[in-house]
């Protein structure tokens, strides 16, 4: 079967403790991902949603695997964009991994459809959120505005 996919590997100085409760707390979303504050009950069969500063559905899915502080599976479909959404579902996971001082984080983004324009989209997305969420972190301060 064809498939889009988009990797992201960074390294954030910081605890896989503090870096998960980043990922999943809309205090901390809100902070680095442009106003944007994700909502779930994280547990797996939960849904979860990422929801603009006015109210909006940015994306939405269900929590597939969670396993704190080490892995998020998420079944992931766009809201906001038509062209987007009819594309379907998507599906990311988020590993998380300590070495020496830091954390290895690795976002894997994958459509089940050759040149998914969704794909396209969040490989341009994602590089500045987590530049934030790193900045974040490490620094206090996020590195880029909306």
């Not at 896989?16 to 944007?36: K, N």
């Not at 766009?78 to 062209?83: A, C």
Request: glycine fraction near 6%; charged fraction near 25%; charge should be neutral.
């Amino acid at each position: 079967m064809a498939r889009s996919t988009f990797v992201y590997v960074t390294f954030i100085r910081s605890s896989p403790d503090r870096l998960w409760s980043a990922l999943i707390s809309p205090e901390f979303t809100t902070q680095y991902w442009f106003g944007v504050r994700a909502e779930s009950e994280w547990k797996a069969g939960s849904p979860w949603r990422l929801v603009f500063p006015d109210g909006r559905i940015a994306d939405s899915g269900e929590v597939v695997e969670i396993d704190a502080p080490k892995r998020l599976v998420l079944k992931w479909r766009n809201e906001f964009k038509p062209e987007l959404k009819s594309e379907g579902y998507s599906r990311c996971s988020f590993e998380l991994q300590p070495v020496g001082g830091a954390v290895k984080l690795t976002v894997t983004h994958v459509m089940e459809r050759a040149d998914s324009r969704f794909i396209e989209a969040v490989s341009e997305g994602w590089p500045s959120i987590l530049s934030n969420l790193k900045s974040l972190l490490e620094t206090g301060e996020i590195a880029l505005k909306t």
